[in-house]
């Protein structure tokens, strides 16, 4: 990375030549940020009181390197962005960026103490992958916020892109499904029964009236299943 002496804009210095850079700036603060967080915290799949015992042990913003590829495609204008820095998380090749929102990264730019974070891998590593003409290739920083929590002994990471909300993360605290098994294997054996005695029933129809029947099978099904509701019950206001 050098910065320009006359306009003051960073230029990336790369072995097969130079490019801009660019910078998109925070549209999502702090406290934004943690109600994303707690939105996600509250998904279906994590624990039911992950948002309520997660303790947060880290929650800084930071700048991400990628690489922004323009290029003509069939005729049309493409863009690729790709990550200029190795990552864990999956997804973060992908990253979009909003329309309009990158700024050039010269002197005038106010980081505001935010950190950036140094590219590892060189631009011409994606040069002979990319489809179509170049018509302008550049080094972009999108803002993030790094957020990292333990719960029952383990620590997890979220990142939050502070520019569209979208999130990453390392893993989660899931949901306990014990109780849906225990339901399965009991409705099964429920329904079984039910099916037996229904059977059984039908085999000494002839010595019955029908009503008979009809009042004992109801019986039967109203004893057997209704436990399994109050079981499911309990189940749900203790794990869900």
Request: glycine share 8%; aromatic share 18%; charged share 20%.
């Amino acid at each position: 990375m050098a910065r320009c002496a006359y306009c003051g804009l960073q230029v990336l210095i790369d072995k097969r030549g130079a490019a801009f850079s660019y910078i998109v700036p925070y549209l999502i603060d702090r406290a934004q940020a943690e109600g994303i967080f707690n939105r996600w915290a509250d998904g279906p799949r994590k624990a039911k009181d992950l948002r309520a015992k997660a303790k947060m042990t880290y929650f800084e913003p930071f700048y991400f390197p990628v690489y922004l590829f323009r290029r003509i495609v069939d005729g049309r204008e493409e863009l690729y962005f790709k990550v200029a820095k190795t990552t864990i998380f999956p997804g973060f090749g992908q990253i979009q960026i909003p329309a309009g929102e990158l700024k050039f990264f010269d002197a005038k730019f106010d980081l505001g103490g935010v950190a950036t974070i140094k590219p590892d891998v060189e631009m011409s590593t994606y040069f002979d992958w990319l489809p179509g003409t170049p018509v302008e290739q550049a080094l972009v920083y999108i803002p993030f916020w790094k957020l990292e929590f333990g719960y029952k002994d383990k620590t997890y990471t979220v990142i939050i892109n502070g520019s569209t909300g979208e999130t990453w993360d390392s893993g989660y605290p899931e949901r306990y499904t014990n109780a849906y098994i225990i339901l399965t294997v009991i409705a099964y054996f429920i329904f079984y029964i039910i099916g037996t005695i229904s059977t059984f029933i039908m085999t000494i129809a002839s010595s019955l009236n029908y009503w008979y029947i009809g009042a004992m099978i109801i019986l039967a099904i109203v004893a057997l299943v209704l436990p399994v509701f109050v079981l499911g019950a309990v189940l749900i206001a203790r794990w869900f």
